[in-house]
C-alpha cells in the first residue's frame, strides 16, 4: 500500500529506543504511552516514514507494519511460531501459489499469514474455537477479505484423521504431537507433497523421524534456525550481547506416496 496513512490503516510508530507500538488509525483516536499521547489525527494525511510528536516531547516514526511486525505485535490467544521460522518452514515445505496447505495447529495466525501472502491455499484444523476466531481476524486484519477467501479453519483434531478428498501439496504441523498425524498425512498429501513439523523439543522431532517410512517418505531433515543480531556504529562491530537461539525445531520430509514393493522385497 501507497500514500499518505488513512483511517482504517495500521501503523508501526517506532520510538527513539526503536521499540515498536501497533495501532489501527480511527477518527478521534489516540494512541497512549508513559512518554505522552499521540492521536490519530496527527497521523492522518501523512506519508509513511514521518515523525510525530507526543504531548510530552517523545519522537515516533511512523510507518507500515511488515508481517514481521504484525505477528510480534498483533493479539495473540496462543504462542506465535517466531518470524526467524516462519521464514524456514516456508522454504523447507516449499509453499508458494498455487499450492494447497493443510495446517494443524492454527493458534493466532502468524504460519497462516506466511503461507496465505505466498498465494497458497490454507485449509486449517484447530480444537479452540477462540484460537480459531483471532487466527480468522489477524489474517483478515493484515492480508484483507481477499485472503480469507483462501483461508478455512474448521474446529477439528488432526490426530482423528484429515479428510482425504483435500489432496493437499504440504502438511504443516504446529502440535504437541506431529508423529501421530503422519499416517493422516499419507493420505491427503499428494505424490511428491512435503510434510514440515515445527517441534520445541529434540525428543519430539525424533519421534517425527521415526514414523516417516523409508518406503514412503524421502529427503527428511531436522534442523533449527539461530538468529543473533550485530551491533553496528561507526568501527564498533560485535555481536548483539543477546540472541533469539532456540526456539523449536523444524522436520520436513517429501512424501513419495503409497508405492508397491520393489521387486525382490
Not at 510530552?56 to 514481521?68: M, N, S, V
Not at 489477524?138 to 489432496?167: M, P, S, T
Not at 505424490?191 to 517418505?217: D, F, H, M, N
Request: aromatic share 6%; hydrophobic share 40%.
Amino acid at each position: 500500500m501507497r500514500g499518505p496513512f488513512e483511517v482504517g490503516d495500521k501503523v508501526v510508530l517506532v520510538d527513539t529506543k526503536r521499540r515498536h507500538y501497533l495501532v489501527t488509525l480511527r477518527d478521534g483516536g489516540e494512541f497512549h504511552s508513559h512518554k505522552g499521547i499521540v492521536t490519530h489525527a496527527q497521523l492522518v494525511g501523512v506519508p509513511e516514514g514521518s515523525i510525530v510528536r507526543s504531548t510530552r516531547g517523545q519522537d515516533y516514526t511512523a510507518l507500515r507494519p511488515t508481517l514481521e511486525d504484525f505477528v510480534l505485535l498483533m493479539p495473540r490467544g496462543a504462542q506465535v511460531i517466531y518470524p526467524k521460522d516462519l521464514g524456514a518452514i516456508l522454504m523447507l515445505a516449499d509453499v508458494g501459489g498455487p499450492v494447497r496447505v493443510f495446517e494443524s495447529g492454527v493458534g493466532s495466525g502468524a504460519l497462516s499469514m506466511a503461507m496465505l501472502r505466498t498465494g497458497a491455499d490454507v485449509v486449517g484444523y484447530e480444537l479452540r474455537e477462540d484460537f480459531a476466531n483471532r487466527a480468522r481476524l489477524n489474517v483478515g486484519a493484515f492480508l484483507g477479505d481477499a485472503a480469507l477467501e483462501r483461508y478455512r479453519v474448521e474446529l477439528r483434531d488432526a490426530y482423528e484423521g484429515i479428510d482425504e478428498h483435500l489432496e493437499v501439496d504440504r502438511v504443516v504441523l504446529d502440535l504437541p504431537e506431529p508423529w501421530r498425524v503422519v499416517p493422516h498425512a499419507e493420505g491427503a498429501l499428494v505424490p511428491g507433497g512435503v510434510l514440515c513439523a515445527y517441534t520445541p523439543s529434540i525428543v519430539q522431532a525424533t519421534q517425527v523421524r521415526e514414523v516417516l517410512r523409508p518406503e514412503r517418505w524421502a529427503e527428511a531433515k531436522t534442523l533449527e534456525v539461530l538468529h543473533r543480531t550485530w551491533h553496528v556504529d561507526g568501527a564498533a562491530v560485535r555481536p548483539d550481547h543477546r540472541m533469539v537461539a532456540h526456539t523449536g525445531f523444524l522436520t520436513a520430509a517429501r512424501y513419495l506416496g503409497k508405492r508397491p514393493p520393489a521387486p525382490g522385497d
